[in-house]
């Protein structure tokens, strides 16, 4: 039996993974997890429902800047701040008008001044994303595989997820193999802080969805230049992407504010 390699995981993914070993397939990926397997949960995981929250590609609380260019496929939304606080879009508004365009994004934008009935749309969508957001917080399984620090390298199944801390995407590309199943459900539960390295991956195998992956991060995300992921982000606080970092998926930030930095933002397919 091949030992860990340079990654601190909980005694109970030591436990679990022990007992799976012999009829597991060692990840193919280079780095300090290459050698580490991760247990087939049994307990599979519902959808976590986004409600009038998942009409947005972006949803912030206090803001959404900008620099251009960013390319953004989907509806952008903002509340309780107003709409001053969406900046480096060259937006379109007229008065009295529940939208606003922008030649980056395909879709429309608003924010909690805008025309009616946007204020009261924006104040269900980010209740709605606060509810989201518990659910995901608050998943249990008896299945649950515990992580820390860098999960670059590995490759994850089905099933529900945790950190006692931050999670980061460093050394290695992260995996997620839905086994033919492209219903299958991810759930990553970030007590603190989540974040990518330059130019490292998320990557979708055996049917995997970006709009499976769901993850929950306690404090705020930052994502390193170049970088790719895929799945819904909910932030407690922040979400920031430096230069040409790409998301398929959301962004949604409760309080704080989303930062784009050229970025690629495409709402997920179904």
Same mark, same amino acid.
Do not use: H
């Given at each position: ?58 949803? +912030? =609380? /206090?803001? @959404? ?7 953004? !496929? &989907? %509806?952008?939304?903002?509340?309780? *701040? +107003? =709409? /001053?606080? @969406? ?7 007229? !008065? &009295? %008008?529940?939208?606003?365009?922008? *030649? ?20 269900? *969508? ?145």
């Amino acid at each position: 039996m091949k030992k860990f390699k340079n990654i601190s995981l909980s005694i109970t993914l030591i436990t679990m993974f022990m007992v799976v070993f012999i009829g597991g397939c060692k990840d193919s990926s280079t780095g300090p997890n290459a050698d580490v397997i991760i247990p087939v949960q049994t307990v599979a995981q519902s959808s976590v429902s986004l409600g009038s929250a998942g009409n947005y590609v972006i949803l +912030a =609380g /206090s803001g @959404i800047s900008n620099n251009p260019t960013s390319a953004i !496929t &989907g %509806n952008i939304g903002l509340s309780p *701040a +107003a =709409g /001053s606080f @969406i900046t480096g879009f060259s937006l379109v508004y007229t !008065t &009295g %008008n529940p939208n606003s365009t922008s *030649a980056q994004i395909t879709g429309n934008v608003q924010a909690s001044d805008y025309g009616v009935p946007t204020p009261a749309t924006l104040t269900s *969508a980010q209740g709605d994303l606060t509810i989201a957001y518990n659910n995901a917080a608050g998943r249990t399984s008896t299945n649950i595989v515990l992580l820390s620090g860098n999960i670059g390298g590995l490759t994850l199944t089905p099933g529900l997820y945790k950190s006692g801390g931050s999670l980061e995407i460093s050394s290695g590309d992260l995996t997620f193999d839905a086994k033919g199943n492209s219903n299958a459900v991810f759930i990553i539960q970030i007590a603190s802080t989540f974040s990518t390295s330059s130019g490292r991956k998320v990557i979708l195998a055996g049917g995997a969805k970006a709009s499976n992956i769901f993850w929950q991060v306690g404090t705020s995300a930052t994502f390193g230049t170049t970088s790719v992921l895929k799945g819904i982000i909910m932030a407690d606080q922040s979400i920031s992407l430096n230069t040409g970092a790409s998301i398929e998926g959301r962004l949604l930030a409760r309080i704080a504010a989303v930062t784009l930095e050229g970025n690629t933002v495409v709402a997920p397919s179904n």
